[in-house]
């Protein structure tokens, strides 16, 4: 696609609930990433993939958050039980990253708004 | 950690006037990087600056980088009130040139016309 896309653009859930969170990054790109950010904060790096695999998934704060990738196209992060400190925005981004490019330039999404009652 | 961390938190100015924002971080990078967040959006590149580079401009933005401070900053001059947004600087880990960015919290401005 023509950018990142992210879906839905605003989830409210009750605690306990399980919620995915949907990635749809430019077409092409290798590298995926998930970051969070909570109001007025910066962003919380929570999983970097290139192609299927996470090689850095330390930032994910509990287990239970998940994350896959399939094909080297769309992600999907997996909230399960959330709790009310899982509100936050959470963002994607992909970047096409090489040696040859010589730096990593992300792309965002416009981000999916997570709300836990 | 070597999260970069922008100064000042807030920074409100009137059309026209400058703007400059800076950033620290903490260890040897290879390229600094600025990004604008507009209110309940995600983040856009602005620039990136090389660690050979001391400074390098894009139409109305200016960033420095010096290296042996470990400091970078973003001069918006001329500023239009479509500038009102959060900025924040982003820097690759340690001698990396792939994976992860580390944001800092960001410098919001706000320009009034």
């Known amino acids: 696609g023509a950018g990142v896309s992210q879906s839905p653009s605003n989830k409210v859930t009750e605690k306990g609930k399980d919620v995915e969170l949907r990635c749809d990054p430019i077409?092409?790109?290798?590298?995926l990433y998930w970051y969070r950010q909570s109001l007025g904060q910066g962003l919380e790096f929570l999983i970097y993939?290139?192609?299927?695999?996470?090689?850095?998934k330390s930032g994910l704060p509990s287990d239970r958050f998940s994350a896959e990738r399939t094909g080297g196209s769309v992600s999907t992060l997996t909230i399960q039980r959330t709790q009310q400190e899982d509100s936050a925005v959470y963002l994607c981004?992909?970047?096409?990253?090489?040696?040859?490019?010589?730096?990593?330039?992300?792309?965002f999404g416009a981000g999916s708004r997570l709300t836990v009652l | 950690s070597q999260q970069g961390e922008e100064d000042p938190q807030a920074l409100s100015i009137q059309e026209g006037e400058n703007a400059t924002m800076n950033c620290s971080y903490k260890t040897s990078i290879n390229n600094l990087q600025w990004y604008r967040q507009n209110s309940g959006r995600g983040l856009v590149h602005l620039i990136l600056i090389r660690s050979n580079e001391r400074e390098k401009h894009s139409g109305r933005l200016r960033v420095t980088l010096d290296t042996s401070k470990k400091s970078s900053s973003l001069l918006i001059t001329a500023s239009r009130a479509a500038d009102t947004a959060s900025y924040f600087c982003a820097t690759p880990d340690r001698g990396s040139t792939l994976g992860r960015l580390y944001f800092g919290r960001g410098t919001q401005l706000t320009v009034w016309p």
């Open positions: 077409s092409g790109h290798t590298a």
């Open positions: 993939f290139q192609g299927n695999s996470a090689p850095d």
């Open positions: 981004a992909s970047s096409l990253v090489g040696v040859r490019v010589g730096a990593n330039v992300l792309t």
